[in-house]
């Protein structure tokens, strides 16, 4: 069964930084695109980005991308969102997602003084 | 970036009926090199995480019932579902991956009439 779990959210000060991490299981982690994509309290999905494989290709969307990194650990069968600089407007669900056929339940990231 | 507009922004339905949800590309989504539409459908339902329901704009993904129908071609794509149930309640959208940024329509809200 494919499985994909998020974790290392929570509450944050505006400004700090955050690492969110997607634990996969139930497949050959090394053999697919993984990406993020959050979800403001009741609004819609914004696409975060992706990463290849190995890791040679990463794409952002560009409002983000001075402030988001994305990497992996194919050994450990991770991906991972560092995100930095966060303001309020950064307060979502994050989801991990593989190829967008399956999904992560998400986790909450909250910015907030 | 791509801008995808959906309608209607929500639909009041009864179990039974037949409905339709509009997508709209800015640019076109088809690639003249394999002639397929970079485009999906998602479904959300309450506290969940989204659900790939059809990709390349037809195609459905494994398990989705017959009775989700994806069409169109180009800039102008529809998701028709017939007879729809109480289970189809939900939050739904379409979302290019013709080119990054992958973008999200801003979602079709299904209630029950």
């Known amino acids: 069964e494919v499985k994909l779990v998020e974790s290392g959210g929570g509450l944050v000060q505006p400004g700090r930084s955050l690492k969110l991490s997607c634990a996969a299981s139930?497949?050959?982690?090394?053999?697919?695109?993984m990406g993020w994509v959050r979800q403001a309290p009741g609004k819609g999905l914004e696409w975060i980005g992706e990463?290849?494989?190995?890791?040679?290709?990463?794409n952002y969307t560009p409002s983000l991308k001075d402030k988001f990194t994305i990497s992996r650990d194919n050994a450990q069968n991770t991906l991972y969102l560092q995100m930095s600089k966060l303001g309020s407007e950064d307060t979502a669900i994050y989801y991990c997602?593989?190829?967008?056929?399956?999904w992560g339940q998400g986790v909450m990231v909250t910015v907030s003084s | 970036d791509i801008v995808m507009t959906q309608s209607p922004s929500s639909l009041a339905v009864s179990a039974g009926e037949t409905v339709t949800i509009n997508c709209k590309s800015s640019?076109?989504?088809?690639?003249?090199?394999?002639?397929?539409?970079?485009l999906a459908w998602y479904q959300q339902k309450p506290g969940q995480s989204p659900k790939l329901l059809i990709y390349?704009?037809?195609t459905r993904q494994s398990g989705v019932p017959d009775r989700f129908i994806g069409s169109g071609s180009g800039t102008d794509f529809t998701l028709t579902i017939s007879s729809v149930q109480a289970e189809d309640l939900a939050i739904y959208y379409c979302?290019?991956?013709?080119?990054?940024?992958?973008?999200f329509g801003a979602g079709t809200k299904l209630e029950l009439k």
């Open positions: 390349w704009a037809s």
């Open positions: 979302q290019q991956y013709y080119d990054t940024p992958y973008t």
């Open positions: 139930g497949f050959s982690f090394n053999d697919y695109w």
């Open positions: 997602a593989r190829d967008y056929g399956a």
């Open positions: 990463i290849n494989q190995d890791s040679s290709t990463i």
């Open positions: 640019q076109s989504l088809l690639y003249s090199g394999n002639q397929k539409n970079y």
